[in-house]
């Protein structure tokens, strides 16, 4: 007889996992490497080890390691806030009246607000093994910058966080809770570095994307002595960090003899699909179970559905080394939607790969969308989902009505990766009917992709 | 062997409370009994179903059943949320250098980010069994009135806040956390009552206080067909349903043989304090166990350790029952501190007749040594604490630094009602040094307590 299945799945401490899942070591048909954007040749260690620390520099280039195993500091800390509860959904399928199961893995419970903690501890900790004195980092929403911060803090390391201006304006609190954990943040574009300079010469009312903050947050940390830089996000390094969520979900999961059809995720850089799928996409790759994976991006941005699959810069100053991913082009600049974490021209190479390989799907959503289907989650499973998290229970609602339509039971597993309470005007808007949906035109998106690099 | 103990004990749906503990059925020597404005007399069951629903004013007046079973409804909505962890502060005994160990029962981790949801969804529940449509309430920090609109949103009832005004200018996006969950926000004192009225032209200034608004709801409850009122704390029925707190912690420390030698909690109406000492009071009235108890209060709004044990109105306006309790009196107006949720003048009858017999201790605390306190916290253990909370902070770091001086090892267990991402002005005040502290004077407070109804 099958368990009875509660409402919130917690593992034990001794259930939790002890090594990352590196997804990319299980792919025969790796992604294509990143490349030196001055030599444009495979980017070396070496280099790599000017931007980031050195542990983290070979965790970015290992794709042959299946298992990595997590140092006993960074355990120590996930236990203060982890194991994240699988949650089943059971007020949702009733308030749907679907046949599907659907369960949700919640990463909202800590300060943070999100998954972002997960690699945030992480990179901290190799950069106090390393004995460095800080590092720098961009925020998009504000969750990766309290994420680092907080781990910054624990630590003993100095954080500088460039956060995206249209999110430091419309979230006006989250500066102040990276204070609290003694970061200091400067609104990006920002006249402290030449790139910020550069891109507010050519655009003075840019409302600053993830893209060009990362590039203002790399200048900083190259030309800091015993500094480094940090990202929350597109990194292998960040999505093997983040494996820790899709390991949980599969321990919870195997524990009750459930199996998964369809794995849903929001996706800006992709870290936290990444780290969602890591462990059911290697039973995929090895022939061992099935699984549908979708990839839900905003309308506004929509890198899978509508970029193209070439080599790119990953920041907008084009300071960081070039990726061959899905993207917009890197002067693609998102309009100023509510997902700001979402914000990004480009996909994680590992994804991009992915999808390229038809392994799995993408999905763009208008955002007007996302926040019914936000609030009607909110009223009914009762947690207050951040917008980006939001972009996954608009399609899992969707695949849930479905089978009810098609009567099948399927097993719906969704990414709930944050909270919404920094996020308050972004619903007033929504209340007020003031938010409105914008999709870039076919125009746009070639005039930006027309400046991909020639590789 | 003692079982190794985890940073965060979460109990299995199985050991959940099927029931919740009333203290008062414990106690040989009762508090006194409500009285009823009109006639100074006990007030009756059918008095008080005028402003209550009937079950609950039922449990409002039961100090006869020392357990009383919580519907299976309520039990299923508990499970969305809880159970609550009950954590083991490693980092800060670490940080602290203690022998003492330190746990906290977090009830952060849900939408109205503290335990007030816990009798939000009881009071919630008997309403919509009574056939009630909607309704009124108080809010004072904002935590109660998000956990009542998340409670009717849940049942489809209609709900109607009054917001303490001052607490409605520093949390701009509580709000539209109500409004997300359905329910109509008025800042109190309004110009929608008479008593709001009536205030309004005594002080045209006033920043409002809980009283205030309990006045504002019980009077719109009883003139609107098919409402009642609902309070967030005080109240007998409210400590009842809180103990679910202490219930939780008593099964999780029972589970790793641990005996807790003092339990701290923020006290402003009394309900968390109430609820989570509850089953160890219990205990100790019975003679079975010995613990230490202590009610932290600000020193803005000292109750406890500068009122007056005496019978006073509950509410500003005298709309409500009197109740024989420690009382500031309910003309003291408290001063705009941080700590919304405790600007109350009185102290719920039982924790008060606790006090009064010695069984329980007070302290009160200045707000700038509380948000040190929080800060010091946050980054050692990583949740950022609401500033009523972060009160039970203040005295468990004292209460820890004491055994560091003993060199004893005591246990010490507080309750960390919640998290502080909505008082991030609160926090920017205190970074910028701008916050100062505000203690009545003795001429102050005999001035409010001459105005004491002759009971």
């Known amino acids: 007889m099958k368990k009875e299945i509660p409402y919130k799945i917690y593992l034990s401490e001794a259930e939790l996992p002890k090594a990352w899942c590196n997804l990319r070591a299980f792919m025969k048909d790796k992604p294509a490497p990143l490349l030196d954007g001055a030599t444009l040749q495979p980017i070396t260690l070496e280099t790599l080890s000017k931007i980031f620390c050195k542990e983290l520099a070979a965790q970015e280039l290992n794709d042959v390691d ?52 997960n690699s945030a501890i992480a990179q901290a900790y190799y950069a106090k093994q390393e004995g460095l004195k800080g590092v720098t980092t961009e925020t998009g929403a504000g ?6 911060s907080m781990a910054c803090a624990y630590f003993g390391l100095d954080c500088q966080v460039f956060m995206v201006k249209c999110s430091y304006e419309q979230k006006p609190f989250r500066r102040e809770v990276m204070r609290t954990y003694g970061a200091k943040v400067t609104p990006s574009p920002s006249q402290s570095t030449e790139v910020g300079r550069k891109i507010l010469h050519e655009f003075p009312n840019t409302p600053g994307s993830l893209g060009c903050a990362i590039s203002e947050a790399v200048e900083t940390a190259s030309k800091t002595d015993g500094y ?38 929001c996706a800006g850089g992709g870290s936290n ?10 039973e995929k790759l090895q022939g061992k179970a099935d699984y549908r994976f979708i990839a839900v991006e905003p309308a506004s941005c929509p890198t899978l559905t509508r970029g193209k699959y070439a080599y790119d810069y990953c920041d907008t100053g084009k300071v960081c080394p070039l990726s061959k991913m899905y993207t917009l082009g890197s002067g693609f600049m998102p309009a100023a939607s509510h997902a700001g974490g979402l914000r990004y021209h480009g996909m994680t190479s ?4 992915l999808y390229d390989d038809k392994l799995m799907e993408a999905r763009s959503v208008e955002q007007t969308k ?71 035109t076919d125009g746009e998106i070639e005039k930006a992709l027309a400046k991909l690099p020639k590789i």
């Open 350 to 353: 590992t994804l991009s790969k």
């Open 228 to 265: 480094r830089y940090a990202l929350g996000s597109v990194l292998n390094q960040v999505l093997l960090h983040q494996s820790v969520i899709g390991l949980e979900t599969k321990t919870a999961l195997d524990k009750y003899g459930e199996k998964a059809d369809i794995i849903i995720g």
């Open 143 to 148: 969750q990766w910058g309290t994420a680092l």
């Open 370 to 440: 996302v926040f019914e289907a936000a609030e009607y989650f909110a009223r009914i499973e009762g947690i207050l989902p951040a917008p980006e998290s939001s972009h996954a229970i608009r399609v899992a609602i969707d695949e849930a009505m479905k089978c009810k339509e098609t009567g099948e039971e399927k097993t719906i597993v969704f990414g709930l990766t944050g909270t919404g309470y920094f996020d308050m005007m972004s619903y007033e808007k929504f209340h007020d009917g003031k938010m409105t949906d914008y999709i870039p």
């Open 273 to 282: 699909l990444g780290g969602l799928i890591a462990p059911f996409m290697a």
């Open 66 to 117: 299946k298992y990595i195993e997590i140092p006993q500091e960074v355990r120590d800390f996930y236990k203060m806030y982890r194991p994240a509860p699988l949650i089943r959904a059971y007020c949702l399928e009733k308030a749907l009246g679907t046949p599907a199961k659907i369960y949700y893995k919640f990463e909202g419970n800590n300060t943070s607000g999100s998954h972002k903690l």
